[in-house]
């Protein structure tokens, strides 16, 4: 079972991962967490990747098991397995884009 100090530990940058998700400012889910990928930008190696990175590894988990899943939102209220889809998409999308030679 996933505690919540190990969320912390492992995940924290899924601890507010739906920080501007249900903002006004934005048409739709989607161009949400756009805006909030393209707001760290330069700076995208210090939270964009490693949030990626635990934004793919907590999708891996919640596809093995469901209690994982459970707990993980129990704990990360915003980190629904569709938000951290295309979390991970977008900023991979993000990552091809702005940061290759
Ligand atoms: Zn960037």
Redesign the pocket.
Known sequence: MLTRWETWARFPLLIDIDRWAHDDEYDSFEASVQGR?DA?????DSE?VPAVAQALEALALCAESGSFAAALLSHASGATQDLLAVYAELGHA??RT??RP
């Open positions: 990928i760290g930008h330069p700076l995208c964009l993000h990552m702005h940061h």
